[in-house]
T-cell receptor, first 115, second 109 residues
Framework: EPEVTQTPSHQVTQMGQEVILRCVPI?????FYWYRQILGQKVEFLVSFYNNEISEKSEIFDDQFSVERPDGSNFTLKIRSTKLEDSAMYFC?????????????FGPGTRLTVT | AQRVTQPEKLLSVFKGAPVELKCNYS??????LFWYVQYSRQRLQLLLR??SRESIKGFTADLNKGETSFHLKKPFAQEEDSAMYYC???????????FGQGTTLQVKP
C-alpha cells in the first residue's frame, strides 16, 4: 500500500539556521499539508497546498516558512531562520480529495530539534 | 471559532471494560468529524469518520449535533487498543484538519 514518506526522521539544527523538511506524498494525491506538534501539545495545521500554490495557511505559518513542490514528487517545508520554539514534530499529509470522503494520509513525521 | 476539545489526557481501563473517549467540537458550518489513532511508533492513521457511520475494530462514534459531540466508544476494550486517539474536525474547503489535544488510552490486562 502506498505511503507518505518523510526525510529526515530527525533533524538537529542550531538557532538561526535554515532547514528543509522533505515529504513524498502518495503519487495520485492532489492536496498536500504540513502540520506540526510541539511536545505535549496538539497537532496544529500549518499550511495546505493545491495546484502548485498555497490554498490556506495558519497564523503560525509566517514569513519564516515556505513550501514548495519542486518536482512531481517532493513537497518541502523550509524554515529560513529557525527559532527554539520551532522544535516540534512536523507531519506531512496528502489526500486525493479535500472534502467528502477524502482521507488524509500522514507521513511518519520529522522531529526537528533547534538548539 | 473552530475548535475540538478532548477533555481527558489519559484514560485507563481494564481489558474487557467499555471505553468512551470524549470529543466536543465548535464549528459554525456542517462539521465533518474524524477519529485518528496513533499506535506506539507508528504514524497517525484514520480510524473512522462520521460520514461513513462505520464500525472499525469495534469502535463506533456518533455525531450529536445538539451536544456538538463525537464521542468514540467500544464495548469491550482490548490491550491492542492502547494508543493515542485524536478527534479532528475538517474545516473549510481546503480540507485542513483541526485536532483535539488527544487522549491516551491505556488498556490494562
Amino acid at each position: 500500500e502506498p505511503e507518505v514518506t518523510q526525510t529526515p526522521s530527525h533533524q538537529v539544527t542550531q538557532m538561526g539556521q535554515e532547514v528543509i523538511l522533505r515529504c513524498v506524498p502518495i503519487s495520485n494525491h492532489l492536496y498536500f499539508y504540513w502540520y506540526r506538534q510541539i511536545l505535549g501539545q496538539k497537532v496544529e495545521f500549518l499550511v495546505s497546498f493545491y495546484n502548485n500554490e498555497i490554498s490556506e495557511k495558519s497564523e503560525i505559518f509566517d514569513d519564516q516558512f515556505s513550501v514548495e513542490r519542486p518536482d512531481g514528487s517532493n513537497f518541502t517545508l523550509k524554515i529560513r531562520s529557525t527559532k527554539l520554539e520551532d522544535s516540534a514534530m512536523y507531519f506531512c499529509a496528502s489526500t486525493r480529495l479535500a472534502g467528502g470522503s477524502g482521507e488524509q494520509y500522514f507521513g511518519p513525521g520529522t522531529r526537528l530539534t533547534v538548539t | 471559532a473552530q475548535r475540538v476539545t478532548q477533555p481527558e489526557k489519559l484514560l485507563s481501563v481494564f481489558k474487557g471494560a467499555p471505553v468512551e473517549l470524549k470529543c466536543n467540537y465548535s464549528y459554525s458550518g456542517s462539521p465533518e468529524l474524524f477519529w485518528y489513532v496513533q499506535y506506539s511508533r507508528q504514524r497517525l492513521q484514520l480510524l473512522l469518520r462520521h460520514i461513513s457511520r462505520e464500525s472499525i475494530k469495534g469502535f463506533t462514534a456518533d455525531l450529536n449535533k445538539g451536544e456538538t459531540s463525537f464521542h468514540l466508544k467500544k464495548p469491550f476494550a482490548q490491550e491492542e487498543d492502547s494508543a493515542m486517539y485524536y478527534c479532528a474536525l475538517r474545516g473549510g474547503n481546503t480540507g485542513k484538519l483541526i485536532f483535539g489535544q488527544g487522549t491516551t488510552l491505556q488498556v490494562k490486562p
